[in-house]
């Protein structure tokens, strides 16, 4: 029974969280502070390419946990949603170069269309692609984003919505991906955990800071805000998720700190809040 006040074994940090780390920084960072798993942001993997970062990564002890991000599906023009579908069937082939067995989708949200509109173009998109994600090997993990970035961000804004519509793909290649920032305030969260059993694909944790200054890069490390990380643990535990458990923080605040310090922080927080 690994000792739960220093085990590390599903620690995994977003290349994102280390937003100013090149990868070749990050990967030893990450190594030295007892990180386990990588999920890789495309930002952080363009200036290699899949193939030198999968191998990268295969001299590394560190596992890859997900590629961030496809999606943005939504559009007024046939073309450009199109092009949306052929752009994520392209991340879908770098995830499988990477060795990445999801990929994260931000589904995407435009202020020209109506959320229902949007909501039915983003189900028919990846159901155009999942074929391809089949093909490939590479899952499809939905996350649902909170309500205040519904207008350019994402139309799917709930665990509701995300379950009814991987319910309606009815594709197992088609799961979700539960980020605590987005859906902590949730009434139904505990339920809607449990309604997702089997299709959870990602665990992301950070915290809400009080007060948010900033609604893009003003998260919290764990335990630094007023999210119930731990009991949210517990609900998608209980759902039948073992995998990596995800730290992904972005902050102005954080970047500017010494990320060799930051990466220490992270991980006694990983074991003391999470
Ligand atoms: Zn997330």
Known sequence: MPDQLTDTSRLCVHTMTTKPLDLKEAIPA??????????LWREHVEPYG????????????????????????????????????TDNRKIIDEAAELGAPV????????????????????????H???????????KLAIEP??????????????????????????SEQVGIAIDVYHVWWDHFLKAEIERATGTIMAFHVCDWRVPTRDMLND????????????????WVEKAGFHG??????????????DQERYLKRIKNAYLKHV
Request: aromatic share 6%; proline share 4%; net charge neutral.
């Open 50 to 85: 899949p193939k030198e970062v999968a191998k990268m990564l295969k001299d590394s002890g560190l596992k890859t946990v997900s590629l961030c991000r496809g999606g943005f599906f939504p559009a007024t023009a046939g073309m450009a949603r199109e092009q949306a579908r």
């Open 145 to 170: 984003l909170h309500p205040m970035y519904a207008g350019d961000r994402s139309a799917v804004t709930t665990m509701d919505q995300a379950n009814n519509m991987i319910l309606q793909l009815g």
């Open 128 to 138: 155009a692609i999942v074929p391809h994600a089949k093909g490939a090997g590479v």
């Open 30 to 39: 990450y190594e030295a502070a007892g990180v386990k798993g990588i999920t």
């Open 219 to 234: 998260r919290a490390v764990m335990g630094n805000g007023c999210i119930p990380i731990n009991e949210i643990r517990g």
């Open 244 to 257: 990596f458990i995800e730290v992904e923080i972005f902050s102005d605040e954080l970047w500017a700190m």
């Open 103 to 126: 990929v994260v989708l931000v589904c995407g949200a435009i202020p020209d269309l109506d959320l229902k509109t949007q909501r039915q173009q983003i189900a028919e998109a990846i």
